[in-house]
């Protein structure tokens, strides 16, 4: 059960877009459905963002998004904004029954 | 309110127990499945295992197969976690999670605040 594996940080100025990758292997990321990104503040919880790879919750902006290429999601974070600053993390659905994280990204916005 | 409120985290020796316990309340616990996910000091976060809404399936992450057990009481809306033969690499913040639904969406759409667990002599 290896984690998926995401960059260790990335940065973005307020107003520019980012994209945080997740990549695995065809026994989860790139053979299911079931990919989906959580936020963490400092201290908090993780906060769901995206679900089955793109759908989004109810409550979460639109500037958030996601997709997939083969083992390898994405999460789009546009419009960056000073209150996006946070530790982003994707999970998916591995064989046998297992969800898998990745080893998260902390994104800074200058 | 919907909300998931974790107890039972403390310190504890190398090789004892401690029983976890998620209180829920707000939603019809018995509809939907629930994990429990922890996160080590510093560290990103570690799935641990999860419970069907009806209690029928149960799944672990390696590192706790057979140490760990997770169960839950439908009538109480209340998830426990079992944790035998403690390691010193088991301490860490464990949150409850609620699953997207039954127990087979694979998503996590309700967490509570955490339990800290530290092990240690």
């Known amino acids: 059960q290896s984690a998926l594996t995401q960059p260790a940080s990335v940065s973005g100025s307020p107003g520019q877009s980012i994209t945080i990758s997740c990549t695995g292997t065809r026994s989860d990321v790139g053979g299911y459905h079931y990919v989906s990104w959580y936020q963490q503040h400092p201290g908090k919880a993780p906060k769901l963002l995206i679900y089955y790879v793109s759908d989004r919750p109810s409550g979460v902006s639109n500037r958030f998004s996601g997709s997939k290429s083969g083992n390898t999601a994405s999460l789009t974070i546009s419009g960056l904004q000073a209150e996006d600053e946070a530790d982003y993390y994707c999970s998916s659905y591995s064989t046998i029954s297992t969800l898998l994280f990745g080893g998260g990204t902390k994104l800074t916005v200058l | 309110q919907v909300q998931l409120v974790e107890s039972g985290g403390g310190v504890v020796q190398p090789g004892r127990s401690l029983r976890l316990s998620c209180a829920a309340s707000?939603?019809?616990?018995?509809?939907?499945?629930m994990n429990w996910v922890r996160q080590a000091p510093g560290k990103g976060l570690e799935w641990v295992a999860v419970?069907?809404?009806?209690?029928?399936?149960?799944y672990y992450a390696d590192s706790v197969k057979g140490r760990f057990t997770i169960s839950r009481d439908n009538s109480n809306n209340t998830l426990y976690l079992q944790m035998n033969s403690l390691r010193a690499e088991d301490t860490a913040v464990f949150y409850c999670a609620r699953d997207g639904h039954g127990g087979n969406s694979w998503y996590l759409d309700l967490w509570g605040r955490g339990t800290l667990v530290t092990v240690s002599s």
């Open positions: 419970i069907w809404s009806d209690g029928s399936n149960k």
């Open positions: 707000g939603f019809t616990f018995s509809n939907y499945g």
